[in-house]
């Protein structure tokens, strides 16, 4: 070989050396940020976990930081509680429309379906916010509420879960599909040949053929619910308490987060409780996000034959 | 008639209307938006800076929101590409895709994807707090690059996991280096990767609970990375949260903007997939 084209080799050895390095370092950087997130956060919070304890922290009731008092309590209950009105009134519908859309719709309902779900999904936070202020929040206020109690503002645990609602079943729509065109048209063939209806089919095969990937989608709209903000915030009212119904004002812990990022410097512990707030909601979505995903790569490589 | 057909009448009724339910809230948004926001959108507000007595009222418009979030976006989304484009080769090129480490990036990756973003925005404070930084358009520009590369990898590991192995082989045949099949794999994935990248920006110029932290609000034009930058989302919130009513439509205004702003970034991005994955090979 000529010295001119070993050179040549050479170089193009090197650079793939040198590329494949550079990719590892950021590769190996970017399995950290997780890491490194979870321990700033844990960082942050060590002050008033060590002055305070967990177990106290995450149950009392008492929020006063001008006294030193962090509770929790009501702020991880409205999340809860929120998340679960979301997913409440977001899954079945989400369910029902995937089902109408792989088993029963007409092709124009599929392709004008998708570009809305595209829509939904786009639609920035505060702009479902926006909604909810000037549709939902009136609606519960003026004409829901008054049914069930003598006053609401609007501003409400409801509205909270119903913007919410909207906000996930793009996601849970579009992975309901994934999943239900999964399912062999075999099995539903065979059990509309014992006399099923497609309503018993869809119940008793695919939905119970799919129940993993239902459930793991779930979770991961249950992830999405518990940590939004802005839309959250504009809606629910946040007002420091424990709602007892769902036309009570709720304050969920990312909305605390939110409220208070301007002021927290200014008095002791105040910037350390709502670390830890964060580290909370980390901890939660981030097993959350493990289950879900490492459930729904298994659903995958099951049905990739 | 036997119960299982009433049954099957009842939740075809039930499908139909979820499945309207969704369009209807769609339509609930965008006309809500519109019909709000349509008559306060000027000209005037799109092209000036706030004036003075801009948040009792008087004139001026959101041109420091505009830019601001501009800025932000325009250059995490590059600093996300230099980022996340080495990795999506790393995991599907130089490794192989089904190896453990390409599983725990991935992992990795769908799980920093569902942190939510107010999230990152107190991680993003902490680290500036660390470095004494305060809020700042570099701020905003680090915590919306955190956000970003998690949606990058996501959608553009995606589109590269589709390319076929064969495809790889064969430039190996040829004697091509790792990296040169690289280059192979990003003429196949480009149109994969712009749209990923209209998408991301999409998601990430809508994003308020990031920036709340990190970039501060600001009446002006950030001239450098330490001063402060104004975005649109909180632009909408700020303005909303007025009791002054022409302060408040100019929110609704704002609103419109954003939203027609994210949904172009998602047509073009849909219009680009069809209309450039004619050189694929499948």
């Known amino acids: 070989m000529k010295r001119e084209q070993q050179l040549f080799l050479f170089q193009r050895i090197l650079k793939d050396r040198a590329a494949n390095t550079v990719m590892k370092i950021l590769t190996f950087i970017s399995l950290l940020t997780l890491v490194i997130m979870g321990g700033g956060l844990l960082y942050k919070s060590s002050a008033i976990l060590s002055a305070r304890g967990v177990w106290d922290l995450i149950t009392g009731t008492e929020w006063s930081p001008l006294s030193g008092q962090f509770g929790f309590w009501p702020f991880i209950l409205s999340s809860i509680y929120v998340t679960i009105l979301a997913v409440l009134i977001g899954v079945p519908i989400s369910l029902l429309a995937a089902l109408y859309l792989t088993e029963n719709a007409k092709a124009w309902v599929k392709k004008a379906v998708f570009p809305v779900l595209d829509i939904l999904a786009g639609i920035p936070s505060v702009v479902y916010g926006l909604w909810g202020t000037l549709i939902i929040v009136p609606w519960i ?125 200014s008095l002791p512990m105040y910037e350390s409780a709502l670390m830890f707030a964060a580290l909370i909601m980390f901890v939660i979505i981030f097993v959350f996000n493990v289950i879900a995903r490492t459930v729904l790569q298994r659903v995958e490589k099951k049905f990739k034959l | 008639m036997k119960f299982k057909f009433i049954e099957e ?138 956000l970003i590369i998690p949606i990058f990898v996501r959608s553009m590991d995606e589109v590269a996991k589709s390319v076929s192995k064969d495809l790889l082989d064969a430039t190996y045949s040829l004697g091509a280096t790792r990296l040169e099949s690289c280059k192979v794999v990003l003429r196949q994935i480009a149109p994969g990767i712009a ?88």
Not at chain 2, 43 to 54: H, K, Q, V
């Open chain 2, 9 to 146: 009448k009842i939740f075809d009724l039930l499908m139909i209307l979820s499945t309207f339910a969704v369009f209807g809230f769609c339509a609930s948004i965008i006309w809500t938006i519109l019909k709000t926001g349509f008559g306060p959108l000027t000209w005037e507000m799109i092209t000036s800076l706030p004036g003075g007595g801009f948040y009792l009222g008087k004139e001026g418009g959101i041109l420091n929101a505009i830019a601001g979030s501009l800025m932000i976006v325009l250059s995490s989304a590059f600093l996300g590409l230099i980022i996340s484009i080495p990795i999506v080769f790393y995991i599907n090129v130089y490794r192989k895709r089904s190896s453990r480490l390409s599983y725990f990036t991935r992992l990795s990756f769908d799980v920093l994807f569902g942190i939510p973003s107010i999230v990152y925005g107190a991680f993003a404070f902490t680290i500036m707090i660390f470095f004494g930084l305060k809020t700042s358009l570099l701020g905003g520009i680090i915590v919306i690059t955190l």
């Open chain 1, 141 to 265: 206020a003026d004409r829901f509420a008054p049914h069930f109690v003598e006053y609401s503002s609007g501003y409400t645990l409801l509205a909270g879960g119903i913007v919410l609602s909207v906000m996930i079943i793009p996601l849970l729509v579009s992975l309901f599909v994934e999943m239900f065109l999964t399912i062999p048209s075999d099995l539903k063939d065979a059990s509309a040949s014992l006399g099923a209806t497609r309503w018993q089919t869809s119940r008793l095969v695919v939905i119970r053929k799919a129940s993993p990937g239902i459930i793991a989608a779930i979770v991961l709209s249950v992830s999405k619910a518990f940590g939004e903000t802005l839309a959250v915030l504009m809606v629910c009212g946040n007002m420091v308490g424990i709602p007892h119904s769902l036309f009570d004002s709720a304050y969920p812990l990312s909305a605390l987060i939110a409220n208070n990022y301007g002021e927290m410097l």
């Open chain 2, 195 to 282: 749209t990923a990248t209209l998408l991301s920006v999409g998601r990430a110029i809508g994003d308020a609970a990031g920036v709340l932290f990190t970039a501060g609000f600001t009446d002006n034009i950030p001239t450098s990375l330490d001063q402060p930058a104004a975005t649109l989302p909180l632009s909408v919130f700020f303005q909303l949260s007025s009791p002054i009513p022409e302060v408040r439509e100019r929110a609704y205004a704002a609103a419109l903007l954003l939203t027609i702003i994210v949904l172009l970034l998602s047509l073009t991005g849909r219009i680009l997939t069809s209309r450039f994955s004619k050189n694929r090979i499948k």
